[in-house]
């Protein structure tokens, strides 16, 4: 799975971890897995992948967020967003097939990002990074 980079192993991810040109933030087994973006881009990239219980299986959510520095971030993502759609939609069928699971539904594009994820209204104010520190 990815350029290995210096991973400790190449098949269990933990915090920490580089996998191709992403930083591990959060790995929970069987569950949630979020990676950092460390590309050279106009903002801050972040990858999460979830799963969660579907009648007798599971169903694969594939976020990407993307927090844009300046009109550069901006016009950055719109610009891209024809060649990410393309880039995600085929990454969660190649997970599919070399995990042997059947497609029970194409992959569509994410709705309610604004009930989900919705920045304070002072950020960037004093300084504030991606991730936040807790």
């Not at 976020?63 to 967003?81: E, K, N, T, V």
Request: contains cysteine; hydrophobic residues 40%.
């Amino acid at each position: 799975m990815g350029l290995s980079r210096g991973r400790r192993s190449t098949r269990d991810l933990r915090t920490g971890d580089a996998v191709d040109f992403w930083r591990v933030l959060l790995a929970e087994e069987n569950s949630r897995l979020i990676m950092l973006a460390e590309m050279k881009v106009p903002g801050e990239a972040v990858l999460q992948f979830s799963l969660n219980p579907s009648g007798s299986g599971c169903e694969l959510l594939q976020i990407a967020r993307f927090l844009p520095r300046g009109l550069s971030g901006l016009a950055y993502w719109y610009s891209m967003a024809p060649f990410h759609d393309y880039l995600f939609k085929g990454m969660l069928l190649t997970i599919a097939r070399q995990c042997r699971c059947a497609i029970l539904e194409e992959p569509g594009p994410f709705e309610g990002g604004e009930r989900i994820c919705r920045l304070p209204e002072q950020w960037g104010e004093t300084g504030n990074t991606f991730p936040p520190s807790v």
